[in-house]
């Protein structure tokens, strides 16, 4: 959500276009608001990442903005781009919506059917009991019904909530509702 007189940037490419177009279109209702829209071509995503940093002109784009909404392409060729300008705007400070591989679809099917305060909710709740937790422990069994079980350590470890709500700092990925360590 956008607060009168807050700046938004959407980056994206062939791939994100219609999701970019949906955003555009949207954010017309927006009094005060204003959005940035730039194309940034495969062939200059992989250009850019192979310069180890992004250019001085996406740089100044996104110390504007107080939103971001990443939609580009989810190619592996792409990847170190993603990763360059993310962290980038996690730096900046900038409320990010990551959608890598999000298609048209799928991006409305979740906007239009999504309480993303519940879902955020819900996150919270679940990191809750996340937290203090020492380990969690995965059992199944094998066709001959014997167990086996796999114990991950989580001591130390910080658990993170992708519910749909971006604090500044923060990338969500759509669709969205997970919450996510790294065990050792």
């Not at 980056?11 to 009094?31: R, S």
Request: glycine share 4%; with cysteine; charged share 20%.
């Amino acid at each position: 959500r956008l607060s009168p007189h807050e700046v938004a940037l959407i980056y994206f490419d062939a791939f994100g276009q219609p999701l970019a177009e949906a955003f555009m279109h949207a954010a017309t209702e927006l009094v005060g608001a204003e959005l940035m829209a730039r194309y940034v071509p495969i062939c200059e995503q992989t250009r850019v990442a192979d310069r180890k940093r992004i250019p001085k002109t996406m740089a100044m784009d996104l110390t504007r903005a107080d939103a971001f909404i990443f939609a580009v392409t989810h190619a592996d060729e792409c990847t170190r781009f993603r990763v360059q300008v993310l962290n980038f705007a996690v730096q900046a400070d900038l409320r990010i919506i990551h959608m890598p591989g999000v298609d048209e679809e799928l991006f409305v099917r979740a906007v239009e059917t999504i309480d993303f305060s519940s879902v955020q909710q819900a996150c919270s709740r679940l990191q809750g009991q996340l937290k203090g937790a020492s380990s969690i422990r995965i059992t199944t069994h094998d066709s001959a019904k014997e167990p086996h079980e796999l114990v991950l350590t989580t001591t130390d470890r910080q658990s993170h909530i992708c519910g749909g709500v971006a604090q500044p700092g923060e990338i969500m990925n759509l669709p969205t509702g997970e919450v996510y360590l790294a065990p050792l």
